[in-house]
Nanobody, 122 residues
Framework: VQLVESGGGLVQAGGSLRLSCAAS????????MGWFRQTPGEERVFIAA????????YYADSIKGRFTISRDYGRNTVYLQKNSLKTEDTDVYYC????????????????WGQGTQVTVSS
């Protein structure tokens, strides 16, 4: 099963982007899905996660109120809507999957996609 991220690009500060993560070759409908970000040379940072419903999603403090995670079971896709983008949001963004019981545990995520670059200009 593969995860493929898309939707990254270059955007001005204050703008918006929607990242997508599509699963192919299988389904993750019973799993938690998460988003991470990584600056080259640094650790991957856990920023958002969603379980089977929108109830009790996880958001890192750095993105609360600006980013929204959602999922479409019919399309086997998870999204990250990013609003009010800041230059410090520039990073490569990855999605990954974890067992539902481990939704809030960053170390349990795997099946990494290839990432999508987001660059926010001032």
């Amino acid at each position: 099963v593969q995860l493929v991220e898309s939707g990254g690009g270059l955007v001005q500060a204050g703008g918006s982007l929607r990242l997508s993560c599509a699963a192919s070759g299988g389904t993750f409908s019973s799993d938690a899905m998460g988003w991470f970000r990584q600056t080259p040379g640094e650790e991957r940072v856990f920023i958002a996660a969603i379980g089977r419903t929108i109830d009790d999603p996880y958001y890192a403090d750095s993105i609360k109120g600006r980013f929204t995670i959602s999922r479409d079971y019919g399309r086997n896709t998870v999204y990250l809507q990013k609003n009010s983008l800041k230059t410090e949001d520039t990073d490569v963004y990855y999605c990954a999957v974890a067992p539902l019981w481990a939704m809030y545990l960053r170390e349990k995520y795997g099946n990494w996609g290839q990432g999508t670059q987001v660059t926010v200009s001032s």
